[in-house]
């Protein structure tokens, strides 16, 4: 098995909502990450999580939540967005370690902000 | 600072040869990766250069070299379905396996 499964794979909310995205692996990796990418630009950093710790959080604002409740789960937890939040957020997974380990990356949840 | 820059598009024909250029400055480096991305859906892995020289792997190949900061993805006997973008990626200083990624190339493929 080497996928990395998101759900939902839409999602509109309000700017008072509040929502969570989940992101599940069964490969045993030990690091899990949250990207954003919006339109026809990169995938960029939000958050990367090691043995279940978060490790780096790239600056991102306090709406944006995450949790690792265990080695295979990881969720994003969001409230009070704006609507410049609507983009695509992708959780990938890799070995931790500095070399070699690529990155499997789920399908992502893309998610509009109204 | 960080910066990987790659062109922003380009146009192949089918059955063709291409390569996507890619270079970096980065403030560590742990391993370069390629990854591919058809719209709308999630990058894939396509293949991984920490040493210098040629990595090959089917019908894509990647090159690296360390002291010039320099990568390159080449693609043989292009197909329709290979029109996609091409992220550069690398793996910087920390130990977490982030990836930096550049801004992608996007890559069509003309019959």
């Known amino acids: 098995d080497t996928e990395v499964t998101q759900t939902p794979k839409h999602l509109v909310m309000g700017m008072t909502n509040k929502k969570s995205l989940k992101c599940e692996q069964h490969?045993?990796?030990?690091?899990m990450y949250w990207y954003k990418q919006k339109a026809k630009k990169p995938p960029e950093l939000m958050f990367v999580?090691?043995?279940?710790?978060?490790?780096i959080n790239e600056s991102v604002p306090s709406r944006f939540s995450p949790e690792c409740p265990n080695s295979s789960l990881l969720n994003l937890h969001l409230h009070a967005l704006q609507p410049e939040d609507s983009a695509l957020y992708l959780c990938?997974?890799?070995?931790?370690?500095?070399?070699?380990?690529?990155?499997?990356f789920g399908q992502g949840t893309r998610l509009t902000v109204v | 600072g960080q910066n990987i820059d790659q062109p922003t598009e380009m146009t192949a024909t089918e059955g063709a040869i291409v390569q996507i250029n890619c270079t970096y400055q980065?403030?560590?480096?742990?391993?370069l990766f390629w990854y591919q991305q058809h719209a709308g859906e999630a990058p894939t892995f396509l293949s991984y250069?920490?040493?210098?020289g040629l990595e090959e792997k089917g019908r894509f190949s990647s090159f690296l070299s360390r002291s010039k900061g320099y990568s390159y993805l080449l693609l043989k006997e292009l197909q329709m379905k290979d029109s996609a973008s091409y992220l550069c990626?690398?793996?910087?200083?920390?130990?977490?396996?982030?990836?930096?990624f550049g801004k992608g190339t996007k890559l069509s493929v003309k019959p």
């Open positions: 990938a997974s890799s070995q931790v370690g500095p070399l070699g380990a690529e990155a499997f």
């Open positions: 490969m045993g990796h030990r690091a």
């Open positions: 999580y090691s043995y279940e710790k978060l490790s």
């Open positions: 980065t403030s560590g480096f742990n391993g």
């Open positions: 250069n920490v040493l210098d």
């Open positions: 990626a690398v793996r910087g200083s920390r130990n977490q396996g982030n990836l930096i």
